[in-house]
């Protein structure tokens, strides 16, 4: 598979993130987006994605743009332990 293909799939990912997202305000999806990245994403995933994105140009979301820009200022809408793996079950209880 060409690197070409599989900057596109990572774009491809990437821009699916960033629409499970973009019903929040801007800069929670932002941080989401980031969050997710970093959490799920090998380094050299993110590396592979960052350094096409110019490439990319209008086909990668800008959400996802201003997600690889740095560490975000926001918290994630979405729950520590979702969306970093090795939070799962802390503070989880069944005791309704």
């Known amino acids: 598979m060409s690197a070409t293909t599989t900057n596109d799939r990572l774009v491809r990912m ?3 993130i960033a629409l499970f997202f973009r019903s ?3 800069d929670e999806a932002v941080a989401g ?3 997710h ?3 799920f994403w090998t380094p050299k995933m993110r590396r ?3 350094g096409y ?3 990319a ?3 990668l979301d800008a959400l996802v743009r201003k997600a690889l820009e740095g560490e975000p ?3 994630s809408p979405v729950r520590p332990a979702t969306r970093n793996p090795q939070l799962a079950g802390e503070s989880a209880s069944d005791a309704g």
Do not use: F, M, S, W
Request: proline fraction near 4%; hydrophobic fraction near 30%.
């Open 33 to 35: 987006i980031h969050n």
């Open 14 to 16: 990437a821009n699916q």
């Open 57 to 59: 140009g209008e086909r």
């Open 24 to 26: 929040y305000p801007e």
């Open 53 to 55: 994105a110019d490439e």
């Open 48 to 50: 592979d994605l960052e």
């Open 73 to 75: 200022t926001t918290d």
């Open 37 to 39: 990245i970093v959490a």
